[in-house]
């Protein structure tokens, strides 16, 4: 049983089809990496894996003991997020909102340690506003990881951000991935870079183009051709 | 000091003032920190108009005004709200059409009714007059439902405020904290619609939230600084209002004016003191 099943699914809006065809299977310790340039339809797959967005054709499962709403999400950065007043705690603590009416002893405990882990703790009473893009995505991430216990999605975690921030981050995910035992579905445009560290890749351009192992496909036609055969530099 | 303060108490007007536009300035300052920071300051402008076509409406009948117009703005909120989430016509272009839309029904029925009286001004305006005591009453407990309504939903109206995508993808009824909020702006807005009046009942919504963001950077802190600057702001606009005879909603506003002149002087100084 898979985390997380999509059987030749299809996302239409207002009746014109965007993405189609889609399967795949997302076992435990995998880390799938979602590429294609815009408008490919990855954004709309992740709705569709969140349940925000009905897939007009197929189904989207979700196994193993995870239930829809239990996806540790990390949007694509919102603009209208930059000037907002909120404290590292409060962004971090809303991980468990849904869940409960006041915060319970456990949910704070599991929010200090997930705050640990993305080396956040000392920035609990800094607003948000005052931090870096990089630290922002820490904080989220580790939001993120309040809401779930297996599952990761990350939609474009690096965009906007510095080299630097950007190799941070990553490593920040295969951390979490090898040595945390989280699940990870990833949205990038970024190939090289993301296949690096993934299991698995999902190459979107409405359809899938490819979808395999990540070994395997850095051997591909496709991944050459997007990247116009150049090495991994 | 003291005695003028005895004196302004004496008159049971005043106390009446007093007591509905305390837990008014209250509820309007908690509930603008989330309708401001969801850009859906709008809805709280476009629902006072459509309570100033309310209340027109309920006095031309001779009915209780309250109990017209708080249903008639609850459903308007739901109005609003829809067409600035769906509406193929701008959301802002169609709440603007609703509320002079109301506005337009509100004077056409005050004039048919008794002919342009000074009643129009207390309407538009706001007058410390307005309150009788039944009004008190079902003012004191709807604002005490919409400031528990408030606390118990604090997390939840938070969450839906930072980030809505998330916050429905872990399984939150997004759709329905946006209509609680919707709610409970149309009551707070018809509850201090007869003191502030339907011109200026908004700005008991928009300024205490912008002002405490001069300065507080956490969603709690800007929460509790824009209460306690909505409620001094309004004894301030009160006291004036009552010492020199100037009208009560514009007083109130004029020092929320104030207020925020100070902040922001205050943030300009922090900054460069730190730059």
Redesign the interface.
Same mark, same amino acid.
């Given at each position: 049983m898979a985390l997380l099943t999509c059987r030749d699914v299809a996302f239409a809006y207002e009746g014109r089809t965007v993405a189609s065809k889609i399967n795949l299977d997302v076992h435990e310790g995998d880390y799938l990496c979602i590429v294609g340039e815009n408008g490919s339809g990855k954004s709309t797959l992740v709705k569709g894996m969140?349940?925000?967005l009905e897939p007009s054709h197929g189904s989207i499962r979700y196994g193993d003991g995870l239930s829809?709403?239990e996806?540790g999400?990390l !949007?694509q950065k919102?603009p209208?997020?930059r000037d %907002? !007043?909120? #404290?590292v705690w /409060?962004?971090v603590s #809303?991980?468990f909102?849904?869940?409960s009416? %006041?915060?319970t002893r456990e949910q704070k405990q599991i929010a200090e340690e997930k705050m640990a882990i993305m080396r956040i703790s000392e920035m609990r009473?800094r #607003?948000m506003? /005052?931090l870096s893009g990089g630290q922002q995505q820490r904080v989220l991430l580790a939001?993120a990881l309040c809401?779930t216990r297996k599952l990761l999605l990350l939609d474009e975690p690096v965009a906007g951000l510095d080299p630097v921030s950007t190799r941070e981050m990553y490593d920040t995910i295969a951390d979490l991935h090898l040595n945390r035992g989280v699940t990870v579905i990833m949205i990038s445009h970024d190939i090289n870079a993301a296949a690096r560290n993934a299991t698995h890749v999902l190459h979107l351009r409405h359809e899938p183009l490819f979808y395999g192992t990540a070994q395997d496909y850095l051997k591909s036609e496709v991944c050459h051709a997007f990247t116009g055969g150049e090495d991994d530099a | 000091m003291l005695d003028i303060i005895s004196q302004m108490f004496s008159y049971a007007f005043m106390v009446r003032a007093l007591i509905v536009g305390l837990l008014v300035s209250l509820c309007a300052a908690l509930l603008g920190v989330s309708l401001v920071l969801k850009r859906y300051s709008m809805i709280g402008d476009g629902l006072s108009h459509v309570g100033f076509g309310a209340l027109a409406a309920s006095s031309a009948m001779g009915l209780a005004p309250l109990t017209v117009a708080v249903p008639v703005v609850v459903g308007s909120a739901f109005l609003l709200l829809r067409v600035s989430e769906r509406s193929k016509i701008k959301g802002d272009a169609a709440i603007g059409m609703i509320s002079t839309g109301a506005l337009a029904i509100g004077v056409l029925v005050l004039s048919l009714s008794k002919g342009m009286t000074t009643d129009i001004n207390n309407y538009l305006f706001g007058s410390i007059l307005a309150m009788s005591e039944s009004d008190v009453w079902l003012s004191v407990i709807l604002a005490i439902a919409v400031l528990t309504t408030y606390a118990l939903f604090y997390r939840k109206l938070f969450a839906v405020t930072f980030d809505e995508t998330f916050a429905r993808a872990t399984g939150l009824a997004a759709g329905f904290y946006n209509m609680l909020l919707a709610i409970l702006t149309a009551v707070t807005v018809v509850l201090g619609m007869r003191m502030m009046g339907a011109m200026l009942i908004s700005s008991l919504i928009l300024f205490p939230a912008i002002t405490a963001m001069r300065l507080c950077k956490s969603f709690h802190g800007v929460t509790i600084c824009a209460a306690i600057i909505s409620i001094v702001c309004f004894l301030l606009g009160l006291t004036s209002s009552y010492l020199y005879n100037t009208p009560s909603g514009a007083s109130v506003v004029v020092a929320n004016i104030l207020a925020f002149l100070l902040f922001s002087l205050i943030e300009k100084l922090r900054q460069r003191r730190t730059a």
């Amino acid at each position: 049983m898979a985390l997380l099943t999509c059987r030749d699914v299809a996302f239409a809006y207002e009746g014109r089809t965007v993405a189609s065809k889609i399967n795949l299977d997302v076992h435990e310790g995998d880390y799938l990496c979602i590429v294609g340039e815009n408008g490919s339809g990855k954004s709309t797959l992740v709705k569709g894996m969140l349940g925000l967005l009905e897939p007009s054709h197929g189904s989207i499962r979700y196994g193993d003991g995870l239930s829809r709403n239990e996806i540790g999400y990390l !949007p694509q950065k919102n603009p209208l997020q930059r000037d %907002f !007043p909120a #404290s590292v705690w /409060e962004v971090v603590s #809303s991980g468990f909102t849904a869940r409960s009416m %006041f915060l319970t002893r456990e949910q704070k405990q599991i929010a200090e340690e997930k705050m640990a882990i993305m080396r956040i703790s000392e920035m609990r009473k800094r #607003s948000m506003m /005052e931090l870096s893009g990089g630290q922002q995505q820490r904080v989220l991430l580790a939001r993120a990881l309040c809401a779930t216990r297996k599952l990761l999605l990350l939609d474009e975690p690096v965009a906007g951000l510095d080299p630097v921030s950007t190799r941070e981050m990553y490593d920040t995910i295969a951390d979490l991935h090898l040595n945390r035992g989280v699940t990870v579905i990833m949205i990038s445009h970024d190939i090289n870079a993301a296949a690096r560290n993934a299991t698995h890749v999902l190459h979107l351009r409405h359809e899938p183009l490819f979808y395999g192992t990540a070994q395997d496909y850095l051997k591909s036609e496709v991944c050459h051709a997007f990247t116009g055969g150049e090495d991994d530099a | 000091m003291l005695d003028i303060i005895s004196q302004m108490f004496s008159y049971a007007f005043m106390v009446r003032a007093l007591i509905v536009g305390l837990l008014v300035s209250l509820c309007a300052a908690l509930l603008g920190v989330s309708l401001v920071l969801k850009r859906y300051s709008m809805i709280g402008d476009g629902l006072s108009h459509v309570g100033f076509g309310a209340l027109a409406a309920s006095s031309a009948m001779g009915l209780a005004p309250l109990t017209v117009a708080v249903p008639v703005v609850v459903g308007s909120a739901f109005l609003l709200l829809r067409v600035s989430e769906r509406s193929k016509i701008k959301g802002d272009a169609a709440i603007g059409m609703i509320s002079t839309g109301a506005l337009a029904i509100g004077v056409l029925v005050l004039s048919l009714s008794k002919g342009m009286t000074t009643d129009i001004n207390n309407y538009l305006f706001g007058s410390i007059l307005a309150m009788s005591e039944s009004d008190v009453w079902l003012s004191v407990i709807l604002a005490i439902a919409v400031l528990t309504t408030y606390a118990l939903f604090y997390r939840k109206l938070f969450a839906v405020t930072f980030d809505e995508t998330f916050a429905r993808a872990t399984g939150l009824a997004a759709g329905f904290y946006n209509m609680l909020l919707a709610i409970l702006t149309a009551v707070t807005v018809v509850l201090g619609m007869r003191m502030m009046g339907a011109m200026l009942i908004s700005s008991l919504i928009l300024f205490p939230a912008i002002t405490a963001m001069r300065l507080c950077k956490s969603f709690h802190g800007v929460t509790i600084c824009a209460a306690i600057i909505s409620i001094v702001c309004f004894l301030l606009g009160l006291t004036s209002s009552y010492l020199y005879n100037t009208p009560s909603g514009a007083s109130v506003v004029v020092a929320n004016i104030l207020a925020f002149l100070l902040f922001s002087l205050i943030e300009k100084l922090r900054q460069r003191r730190t730059a």
